[in-house]
């Protein structure tokens, strides 16, 4: 049983920023590829950012340039910094991880709301 478990989410103005954070627990042999989806509502979906195993990342064009994905091993916790944030940023967040227990999984968090007001 593996659960990942987000915190940071909120309510803050244009132009502010917000650190997400998602903790991976439970039956974990190793975390290969951990990330952020977000979901507008009404609208699907979307990739946020990803961080390899390596430390290798990669961003939507939205987020480029505004958000740092890091991860930290030891505490199996990935983390999203979101700086200059816009209206349409808001969204719910949701983190997910690779993991490997006697296969690869991939796991999801229940979401953070992230709301920005103009």
């Known amino acids: 049983q593996v659960q990942l478990v987000e915190s940071g989410g909120g309510l803050v103005q244009a132009g502010g920023s917000l650190r997400l954070s998602c903790a991976a627990s439970?039956?974990?042999?190793?975390?290969?590829?951990m990330g952020w989806y977000r979901q507008a509502s009404g609208k699907r979906r979307e990739l946020v950012a990803t961080i390899t195993t390596g430390t290798s990342t990669s961003y939507a064009d939205s987020a480029k340039g505004r958000f740092t994905i890091s991860r930290d091993n030891a505490k199996n916790t990935v983390y999203l910094q979101m700086n200059s944030l816009k209206p349409e940023d808001t969204a719910v967040y949701y983190c997910y991880a690779l993991v490997v227990t006697t296969y690869e999984y991939d796991y999801w968090g229940q979401g953070t709301q992230v709301t920005v007001s103009t």
């Open positions: 439970g039956s974990i042999r190793s975390i290969n590829a």
